[in-house]
């Protein structure tokens, strides 16, 4: 019977996704600021030299989970008024999601006071959605990270003030209002 070789060491595949997963459920149950790797590496059931290996701190950890959580986003109709509806209501739903708007807002937070995590979350979640709304939109940098940040930082916003997600009859009134100046 032939033995099939295996690299040395433990099996990876799937290790970001469980670290992922066990991150999101950390904030969601705990919290961001009790979300520590120590919890969110127990809760992956993954070694917290495992975690620090691929993400040097928290901050990272966060953002590559939020980039995955995040996704593709979905630019897509007929004119830019469609296209600015559709990421609207794409990034409301993603923020709704279990955990995220409450990482989302502490991950930011945390940047305030950590030109490191800035950097790391502006090259690495808000770049590709800024130029890839640059593309769709035929617009300058400046008004893509003004429609970003009236966005964004409104639903995070709402989290922040009541820990509840946006309502679908807010979300549909900020896309009339964002449609009115960039639409």
Partial sequence: MPVTARPPGRPRAGIDATVFAATLTTVAELGYANATVDRIAAAAGVAKTTVYRRWPSKGALITACLVDAFGPAPLTGTDRAEILAAAIRWAAGKVADPGVGA???GVFTDAVNDPEL???LATQLQDPYRV???E????????VLFFIDVVIGTLIHRMGMTGEPMVAADVDALVDMVLRVLG
């Fill in 136 to 143: 769709a939109l035929d617009e300058p940098e400046n008004r």
């Fill in 118 to 120: 800035r950097g790391i």
């Fill in 103 to 105: 990482a989302f807002a």
């Fill in 132 to 134: 890839a709304l640059q």
